[in-house]
């Protein structure tokens, strides 16, 4: 087993500078670097020398934006956890809506301050970003996914 404890560390530091709180981050870095299909909220406390508390709320985050899911655990009584599977095109599709506010927050404001505006100009380019991303997002989305399954 490689000593793998200086590239979660790094992961999760870059997962927290992306906005990530720290707790969350390490359990992500965690997850992606265990040698296990799945583990267990108290293994992931011991693991990192955090409490189960932490723990629970980063499962609970991670799971809602679709990065983490329950996997099956025949024989055992505690819940297992495990990355799934295409999870970080889940999330960036997540983010679509995301990018949908903030077009739309950029157009209103561009509304607000009139369309000859130093505040227009700034936020029309905000708008045409966002509406861009919008666009193009989903397709990227399914480029990359065929390509990855092969196809």
Known sequence: MADTTEAAEHLALVLAQGG??????????AFMFADEDSVTAPDLA??????????????????T???IER???????REHYRVREGAWATLMSAQNG????????????IEAAGPDS??????AEMRDFYGFMF???????????TGRDGG
């Open 118 to 123: 130093p505040a227009s100009r700034r936020l």
């Open 135 to 145: 666009r193009e997002m989903p397709a990227l989305i399914e480029r990359w996914r």
């Open 46 to 63: 011991e693991r990192l020398g955090i409490s189960s508390g932490s723990v629970s709320g980063a499962i609970k985050m991670l799971s």
């Open 65 to 67: 934006v679709g990065l």
């Open 20 to 29: 990530l709180q720290k707790a969350t981050a390490r359990v992500l870095a």
């Open 98 to 109: 995301m990018v949908q506010a903030m077009f739309e927050a950029a157009d209103q404001g």
């Open 71 to 77: 996997a099956p655990a025949p024989g055992s009584r």
